[in-house]
């Protein structure tokens, strides 16, 4: 059997009024050589039945019990046949010619190990509501002295420290190679996607098309939404975790110490839990063992310590 050129993964739970639109706008892409991996995450409202009435023999149906958005893109790509790989959440939709630009891209440029784009905001209705691009706009906090920050370096790998430019796993073009290599994704609801590029990242280059191809939807059901306390401690558990070893990349010191030091100082200036980031990273660097994804079981009691604090201080 012929395997497909690119494989996209589509995790689906509970977008019955968008998953329609989501696969037909991978349907109509100019690549044709595709599969569609849909994993439904267990939806409880009428995904399934929606789901049938989709007629293509490029479509793949696997449904699951709720294991999270991660495991239902782990469990697709695991699945996937091509030596391409995409993700599109069930809520997102494609430009027409995402995969046809990400594909050329990352041919010409083999040593690439993700690629992605500029964004499209979308409301609930599909209006259109703004453009991320990359970290260039809509930081997620104010930056006062973006000059000082790693913003003003212009390279991928240190201004993602800053933020999650990428904004979603929508977002993410990657040769399977990229998968086998740095996945699978970790169990983190709130920042999965943010984990993966930064792993990506900190070893192999990627590459950004100033183009929004991907429409990102923006609605009351974003996971994002859900709960501050808990993505307030991935973050920071996050940020514990990569920031030493981004610090171990040989380059990162090849600019002066002088422009370093103010950057380390202000890239993060607008992230309120600095004492918690602090400690999560001598606890993981320091530990007689490796506690560190201990640390994101929900009954880990020094999780839940944690949790508490930021609750006390959001409230």
Request: charged content about 20%; proline content about 5%.
């Amino acid at each position: 059997m012929k395997h497909p050129l690119v494989s996209v993964i589509v995790p689906s739970y509970n977008h019955s009024q968008y998953i329609v639109s989501t696969i037909r706008s991978v349907l109509a892409q100019t690549i044709h050589d595709i599969e569609i991996i849909i994993v439904d995450d267990g939806s409880h409202d009428d995904t399934k039945y929606v789901l049938a009435s989709l007629a293509d023999t490029r479509i793949r149906l696997v449904w699951q019990s709720n294991r999270g958005a991660h495991a239902a893109i782990n469990r697709g790509l695991w699945l996937a046949r091509a030596p391409y790989c995409a993700i599109l959440n069930s809520d997102d939709t494609y430009h027409p010619q995402r995969l046809e630009q990400c594909l050329k891209i990352i041919q010409d440029n083999p040593d690439l190990g993700l690629v992605g784009s500029y964004l499209r905001l979308i409301d609930d209705n599909g209006k259109s509501i703004g453009e991320k691009h990359a970290y260039h706009n809509l930081d997620p906090w104010r930056i006062t002295h973006p000059q000082l920050t790693f913003k003003a370096e212009d390279d991928l790998r240190w201004a993602l420290l800053m933020q999650n430019y990428w904004a979603t796993t929508s977002n993410f073009f990657f040769p399977r190679e990229t998968f086998m290599s740095y996945g699978p994704f970790p169990p983190l609801r709130y920042t999965h996607d943010w984990y993966f590029a930064l792993t990506v990242l900190s070893q192999r280059p990627a590459h950004i098309i100033t183009t929004p191809l991907v429409s990102y939807r923006i609605h009351s059901g974003n996971t994002l939404k859900e709960n501050q306390a808990n993505i307030i401690f991935e973050t920071c558990w996050l940020l514990a975790t990569f920031i030493p070893r981004y610090m171990q990349i040989i380059d990162f010191w090849e600019t002066d110490i002088l422009q370093r030091f103010p950057q380390l100082v202000y890239s993060f200036q607008g992230f309120d839990f600095h004492d918690i980031v602090h400690a999560l990273s001598l606890t993981i660097q320091f530990a007689p063992h490796d506690i560190s994804f201990d640390l994101l079981r929900a009954n880990n009691s020094q999780r839940q310590a944690l949790i508490r604090l930021i609750m006390e201080r959001l409230n």
